[in-house]
């Protein structure tokens, strides 16, 4: 069975920075497009990147000019740097398939706080 592994979540004060990781377990993600999601508590799973194989990426503006997504596909995996963040970034991130989603692991918290 396929796996996902998110790491990297952590607590972090307004302004400041985070790098999450994902690694699969099977290198045929390398050829599609990635996504990283967030799940704030009480609402539902939100979209914050994705980067296709060939290195192409889409923010939606709630992130855009302080999220970038990268990908490492000699390791299966994917990132995110996470700059200036906010508080309304705190929840718990998730990386996945953009177009077919498989079962979502654990994912990471993120609490971005005073």
């Known amino acids: 069975q396929v796996q996902l592994v998110e790491s990297g979540g952590g607590l972090v004060q307004p302004g400041g920075s985070l790098r999450l990781s994902c690694v699969a377990s099977?290198?045929?993600?390398?050829?599609?497009?990635m996504g990283w999601y967030r799940q704030a508590p009480g609402k539902q799973r939100t979209f914050v990147a994705h980067i296709g194989p060939g290195g192409s990426t889409f923010y939606p503006d709630s992130v855009k000019g302080r999220f970038t997504i990268s990908r490492d596909n000699a390791k299966n995996a994917v990132f995110l740097q996470m700059n200036n963040l906010k508080p309304e970034d705190t929840g718990v991130y998730y990386c996945n398939r953009f177009y077919s989603p498989i079962a979502w692991g654990q994912g990471v918290q993120v609490t971005v706080s005073s």
């Open positions: 099977t290198s045929a993600f390398n050829s599609e497009v």
